[in-house]
């Protein structure tokens, strides 16, 4: 049986094609923490927002990290 959702990540589907410098991309995952932070837990809304925000910044911090070698790849 196949999944009835979208999830926030297809691996298959969705490849870097630019992978940010290692301090740009802990200097973008601080920015977008502090930004999804506040969100209100009880907004829907507000919580696929931060998740997908948080998602992305995480995918690009890792991907700077496997660059650097410093992320164990995958």
């Known amino acids: ?3 009835s959702y979208d999830p926030l990540h ?3 589907a969705e490849a870097h094609v630019f992978v940010p410098a290692l301090q740009q991309a802990i ?3 601080r920015e977008v923490l502090a ?3 506040p969100a209100n837990i009880h907004d829907q ?3 696929i927002r931060a998740a997908y925000g948080l998602h992305y910044v995480l995918h690009d911090l ?3 990290l496997d660059a650097e070698g410093l ?3 995958r």
Do not use: V, W
């Open 1 to 3: 049986m196949g999944a």
């Open 10 to 12: 297809d691996p298959k």
């Open 27 to 29: 200097a973008r995952a």
């Open 35 to 37: 930004e999804k932070a």
């Open 45 to 47: 809304d507000a919580m």
């Open 62 to 64: 890792l991907a700077a």
């Open 71 to 73: 992320g164990g790849g």
